[in-house]
């Protein structure tokens, strides 16, 4: 649970800190809405909703999925259509005043189970001053007790129960004949109900490792004058082993006491936030927070030197995601990426995850014309992965269109305004039929599919 509210408070840092993220705050320029969201990225990130709140708390913009309906909307407002967020909106603002530049983690049992983010909206730099917050939400489903149930090995429950008095918010234990029950409050910032945690664990375990600590008696026994040393050392191994351990990590889960060897894991854990804030946590690759600060590097550290980027695009994910499912559409984007990753390895580019089935380049160094052979090389070796796109308009196999941009051709470069170019030179081989490359600043004729 902390792992994946670390993993989200890092995302929202990571659109709340990012300078379009400042402007659209601030002039709710539509460009920033429309190439950024989509229902389709929410599902692949496995959030719910992206709300952001005006320096008056008041909400200004709302985009998500409505978890009643499924339905995906976007909003000026709580209001209509985006009425389903006025609960949660209710929920969080109290807590605005105490969110600081690193973010706070929330968890709230209603109006739904749902672990919740937020951070100010501050530009790329950490400067503000803030102008406003950003709220980023997850529920707490089927998908998430499904992980926590991996990671254990124990089945999870996380349910809702009105909240106790705090002298009777204790942990539960109950003894049957086959299974221990344990249940555990979490601490839940919602008014109202509050979080459980449950879990069931096989008393046969415990029962099988004592028969085997009795008949290792009995052994020892019969055997203590001729291999007493041995014996002990295997009977030893066996308590440890088939009782001692088990034994202790069922005590830990329900206590929630840590022992010694515990502090190492808090220590690898506490890594855990730092390697999630820059790298995209299905494929690996850079994420948006580490492509724009890498970007800006290549710019301010050699101004002459040309710098270009290339944003690449799975044309139609929409329908290959319809067709297969989330699952394998997941699978599509790693494969996607470790392709990127092989094919511009031999140049040293960074190539990062930017959006759900969007991906970009960093080029320090190179001008137009091999920032252009790049992106036909990449378009040419994702087609050659073959994987198969029945639904596509434009082929059977999954297919990309590629918008480069070079600073040579941007007036006023700066980390925005090449990407923003790149983003045009996209929109342009999308227009074209997708499937195809193109460059900024050229006109149709040098567009390649």
Same mark, same amino acid.
């Given at each position: 649970?902390?792992q994946?509210?670390?993993?989200?408070?890092?995302?929202?840092?990571?659109?709340?800190?990012?300078?379009?993220?400042?402007?659209?705050?601030?002039?709710?320029?539509s460009?920033?809405?429309?190439?950024?969201f989509?229902?389709?990225?929410?599902?692949?990130?496995?959030?719910?909703?992206?709300?952001?709140?005006?320096?008056?708390?008041?909400?200004?913009w709302i985009?998500?999925?409505?978890?009643d309906?499924?339905?995906?909307d976007?909003?000026?407002?709580?209001?209509g259509?985006?009425?389903w967020?006025a609960?949660?909106?209710?929920?969080?603002?109290?807590?605005?005043?105490?969110?600081?530049a690193?973010?706070?983690?929330?968890?709230f049992?209603?109006?739904?189970?749902?672990?919740a983010a937020?951070?100010?909206i501050?530009?790329t730099?950490?400067?503000?001053?803030?102008?406003?917050?950003?709220?980023?939400?997850?529920?707490?489903?089927?998908?998430?007790?499904d992980?926590?149930?991996?990671?254990?090995?124990?089945?999870?429950?996380?349910?809702t129960?009105?909240a106790?008095?705090d002298?009777?918010?204790?942990?539960?234990?109950?003894?049957?004949?086959e299974l221990?029950h344990?249940?555990k409050?979490?601490?839940?910032?919602?008014?109202?109900?509050?979080?459980?945690?449950?879990?069931?664990i096989?008393?046969?375990?415990?029962?099988?490792?004592?028969r085997?600590?009795?008949?290792?008696?009995?052994?020892?026994?019969?055997?203590?004058?001729?291999?007493?040393?041995?014996?002990?050392?295997?009977?030893?191994?066996?308590?440890?082993?088939l009782?001692?351990?088990?034994?202790?990590?069922?005590?830990?889960? /329900? &206590?929630?006491?840590? @022992?010694?060897? =515990?502090?190492a894991?808090?220590? !690898?854990?506490?890594?855990?936030?730092g390697?999630? #804030?820059?790298?995209?946590?299905?494929?690996?690759?850079?994420?948006?927070?580490?492509?724009?600060?890498?970007?800006?590097?290549?710019?301010?550290?050699?101004?002459?030197?040309?710098t270009?980027v290339?944003?690449?695009?799975?044309?139609?994910?929409?329908?290959?995601?319809?067709?297969?499912?989330?699952?394998e559409?997941d699978?599509?984007?790693?494969?996607?990426?470790?392709?990127?990753?092989?094919?511009?390895?031999p140049?040293?580019?960074?190539?990062?995850?930017?959006g759900?089935?969007?991906?970009s380049?960093?080029?320090?160094?190179?001008?137009?014309?091999?920032?252009?052979?790049?992106?036909?090389?990449?378009?040419?070796?994702?087609?050659?992965?073959?994987?198969?796109?029945a639904?596509?308009?434009v082929s059977?196999? /999954? &297919?990309?269109?590629? @918008?480069?941009? =070079?600073?040579?051709?941007?007036? !006023?470069?700066?980390?925005?305004?090449?990407?923003? #170019?790149?983003?045009?030179?996209?929109?342009?081989?999308?227009?074209?039929?997708?499937?195809?490359?193109?460059?900024?600043?050229?006109?149709?004729?040098?567009?390649?599919g």
């Amino acid at each position: 649970m902390e792992q994946n509210h670390n993993a989200l408070t890092a995302q929202t840092r990571d659109w709340a800190h990012w300078d379009d993220t400042y402007q659209f705050i601030q002039d709710a320029n539509s460009d920033y809405a429309t190439s950024n969201f989509s229902q389709e990225m929410f599902e692949d990130l496995h959030d719910q909703a992206m709300i952001f709140i005006s320096e008056d708390q008041q909400p200004m913009w709302i985009a998500g999925i409505d978890p009643d309906t499924n339905t995906y909307d976007t909003c000026t407002s709580a209001t209509g259509d985006c009425s389903w967020a006025a609960p949660l909106i209710a929920e969080v603002q109290p807590f605005l005043g105490e969110v600081e530049a690193t973010g706070l983690s929330l968890s709230f049992a209603s109006p739904w189970p749902a672990l919740a983010a937020i951070a100010p909206i501050l530009q790329t730099d950490r400067t503000g001053p803030s102008r406003g917050w950003l709220i980023k939400l997850r529920l707490i489903d089927e998908r998430l007790t499904d992980l926590l149930e991996e990671q254990t090995g124990l089945p999870v429950q996380i349910s809702t129960r009105p909240a106790p008095a705090d002298t009777e918010r204790k942990m539960a234990l109950e003894r049957g004949p086959e299974l221990l029950h344990a249940a555990k409050p979490l601490l839940t910032h919602s008014r109202g109900p509050e979080l459980v945690l449950s879990t069931e664990i096989p008393r046969d375990r415990v029962k099988r490792a004592s028969r085997n600590f009795r008949y290792s008696l009995a052994w020892t026994a019969v055997l203590l004058a001729v291999l007493l040393a041995v014996v002990i050392g295997v009977v030893l191994a066996l308590l440890y082993g088939l009782v001692l351990k088990p034994l202790g990590q069922f005590t830990r889960f /329900v &206590t929630g006491k840590q @022992g010694e060897n =515990s502090l190492a894991q808090r220590e !690898n854990l506490a890594d855990v936030p730092g390697s999630l #804030s820059q790298h995209d946590p299905l494929t690996g690759l850079a994420n948006r927070r580490l492509f724009d600060a890498s970007l800006q590097q290549s710019l301010s550290d050699e101004p002459e030197k040309p710098t270009s980027v290339l944003m690449l695009d799975i044309d139609h994910f929409k329908l290959y995601n319809d067709r297969y499912g989330h699952p394998e559409g997941d699978r599509c984007l790693a494969r996607v990426a470790e392709c990127m990753e092989q094919t511009v390895k031999p140049h040293g580019f960074l190539v990062a995850r930017t959006g759900g089935e969007e991906f970009s380049v960093l080029m320090p160094e190179t001008g137009l014309e091999q920032a252009r052979t790049c992106a036909e090389e990449l378009h040419k070796a994702i087609a050659g992965l073959k994987l198969p796109h029945a639904d596509s308009p434009v082929s059977d196999v /999954v &297919t990309v269109s590629a @918008g480069v941009a =070079s600073s040579v051709n941007v007036d !006023n470069v700066s980390g925005s305004t090449l990407m923003r #170019s790149a983003d045009l030179a996209l929109y342009e081989a999308k227009d074209q039929g997708r499937n195809r490359v193109a460059c900024f600043g050229e006109d149709a004729a040098n567009i390649f599919g």
